[in-house]
């Protein structure tokens, strides 16, 4: 092969106008990335119109005084596998999806199975509303408040047998309308579960609306659950079957990475998840990361569920 | 002396009949295209088209950026374009020699070193982002993050590998290092597995993208091992057609000038 050294063959003038292309591309480049760091401290969203961050009862902040994330952030960036793994795509396709009529299935091992149609729920059982941070396994964070009832309400009315030890959910299955459910990577329906203690936790919401609105189908209309201290993908959406058990439910996530998704799944900072830490987290709008709380900050109500568990091996 | 444009015109001329003797000498084409496109323009419409589109993410970016179209998680969506750019890029650049040498796409390697470069500048980006905008530069948390998690640590010498290339990417490192130049450049054989590694340790149960740039990048590897060239050099695997054309074409263009 005849190798002919470029630098003998390009005129000068043609090396120069290049350096001169790429150093001017270089430095716009380092000027706008530096610029990255300063101009605003909360990137989210502002459109120009107000943002919702206070509740019908006028609350801002969560217990601790967190604050809470703008109903247009809870709204609009959704982790929802059902519709997209875009987060900002789901409430886009998730916009025309049916929500009524809708009925909930709850059996399984219970004295008195029942199905619900979703509304009368909403009159049955006093709706609450609780300011909850849900914290996701990926390392982000939002302070959310729901409006639902305690599960335990629910599981109370239709009364659990001895036998059942674990509560099993299932969220609805419609290819039709979920596009990602077409996908075959997922074993679709999803699928979570609590213990039985765990759902009888007054923690354990069955939620209906948000910021003392209906629940919109990218947030898991008409009914989820919010399980705020465990990671976020606990907190199953559109919720269709609740069936008591005796054995532990496999969830999707398990079977789809059972060593990195445990049945527990308790927000755990000494706990990290086998690929990345869960020592910090971002709460969005908010630039840099904060530390994350034993059980998301509610060791206080659920710490004695897991007592002389081994939180490392029960992740 | 002469005034500055007789002398390009000297230049060119020059350059035109090392060109053609270079032909009558039988050399490869690839050369022959090279002077060719040089002879054309400073840059060919192809560079500009490589130099626009390894830029137009940035660009991208930026707007989004002052636009605040960057999600609500404005850190992570900033993290995973950069990296996915760099990815992008890495992988075209390490195209341009086989569509050289299997497909006798010789323009290819006029951008290498350009595609080289943008990669090495999102990969840059896409580290400043992780460690100052997402970790604040808290080295406590960094330590933590990059040699605990095995995702971060393979990234993190895939991002060290690049290092020296991308310091050793002028001509002048070119010519200073000689052979030993083409032996550290081939480095990036090692980046490029590492930046696959990273991919695929870091997504959540859904592998199938990273497997995907696994098998090209594996492929575009495989291309380079002497057994497989030699069977690919067959003239019957070689796409004839594009580089008749490309002769003919150099001929218009000869003829033209010399009438």
């Known amino acids: 092969m005849v190798k002919i050294r470029s630098s003998e063959i390009t005129p000068e003038h043609l090396f120069f106008s290049r350096r001169r292309f790429l150093k001017a591309g270089a430095l716009a480049a380092t000027s706008l990335a530096l610029g990255a760091c300063g101009p605003r401290a909360t990137p989210a969203s502002s459109g120009g119109e107000a943002e919702t961050t206070t509740t019908a009862a006028g609350k801002t902040t969560d217990e601790l005084g967190g604050a809470l994330t703008p109903y247009e952030v809870v709204t609009n960036y959704n982790n929802y596998y059902e519709f997209t793994v875009d987060k900002e795509g789901v409430a886009p396709l998730a916009k025309d999806f049916p929500t009524s009529p809708w009925t909930v299935q709850v059996g399984g091992l219970v004295k008195n199975p029942k199905t619900y149609g979703v509304e009368d729920l909403l009159t049955k059982f006093t709706q609450e509303e609780r300011i909850y941070r849900h914290r996701c396994v990926e390392g982000w964070s939002i302070v959310v408040p729901w409006q639902g009832f305690p599960l335990a309400g629910l599981l109370q009315e239709v009364e659990p047998t001895s036998d059942a030890r674990f509560v099993r959910f299932e969220t609805i299955y419609a290819p039709d309308q979920m596009p990602g459910q077409r996908d075959p990577w997922y074993n679709w329906p999803y699928i979570e579960g609590l213990r039985l203690d765990e759902a009888m936790n007054n923690l354990a919401l069955l939620v209906t609306g948000l910021y003392g609105k209906t629940l919109l189908p990218q947030n898991g209309a008409p009914l989820r659950l919010a399980v705020p201290w465990k990671y976020g993908f606990k907190s199953i959406k559109a919720i269709v079957k609740i069936d008591l058990v005796a054995e532990m439910p496999i969830s999707l996530w398990m079977a789809a990475a059972s060593h990195e998704y445990g049945f527990y799944a308790n927000v755990n900072p000494t706990v990290d998840h086998p690929r990345w830490s869960q020592a910090t987290e971002r709460r969005l709008g908010e630039l840099g990361r904060r530390k994350t709380l034993m059980f998301n900050g509610y060791a206080d109500e659920v710490a004695y569920l897991y007592e002389g568990m081994d939180l490392r091996a029960n992740y | ?259």
């Open chain 2, 1 to 259: 002396m002469l005034p500055k444009g007789v002398l390009r015109e000297a230049e060119r001329r020059a350059l035109r009949l090392h060109c053609i003797s270079l032909r009558v000498r039988g050399a490869q084409s690839k050369d022959a295209a090279i002077i060719t496109s040089m002879l054309q323009l400073r840059f060919t419409k192809f560079q500009i088209a490589v130099h626009l589109g390894s830029l137009i993410p940035f660009g991208v970016l930026i707007w989004d950026f002052f636009g605040d179209h960057l999600t609500a998680n404005p850190i992570q969506e900033i993290t995973s374009r950069t990296g996915k750019t760099a990815l992008v890029l890495l992988v075209l650049s390490l195209a341009c020699t086989p569509l050289s040498t299997v497909l006798g796409f010789h323009a290819a390697l006029k951008v290498r070193r350009a595609l080289g470069l943008y990669a090495f500048f999102y990969v840059c980006l896409h580290f400043l982002t992780f460690v100052g905008l997402d970790y604040g530069f808290d080295l406590e948390l960094l330590r933590e993050a990059i040699f605990e998690k095995r995702y971060a640590l393979v990234g993190f010498a895939a991002f060290l590998t690049l290092i020296p290339l991308a310091l050793t990417s002028t001509k002048a490192s070119m010519k200073r290092l000689g052979k030993r130049w083409k032996a550290l450049h081939k480095l990036v054989y090692l980046t490029a597995p590492l930046v696959i590694i990273h991919y695929l340790w870091l997504v959540k149960s859904d592998i199938r993208q990273p497997l995907l740039f696994g098998a090209i990048v594996a492929l575009l590897l495989l291309l380079r091992l002497p057994t497989i060239r030699r069977v690919l050099k067959l003239p019957a695997l070689r796409l004839p057609a594009f580089r008749k054309s490309r002769v003919k074409e150099e001929a218009q263009h000869e003829s033209r000038l010399s009438a």
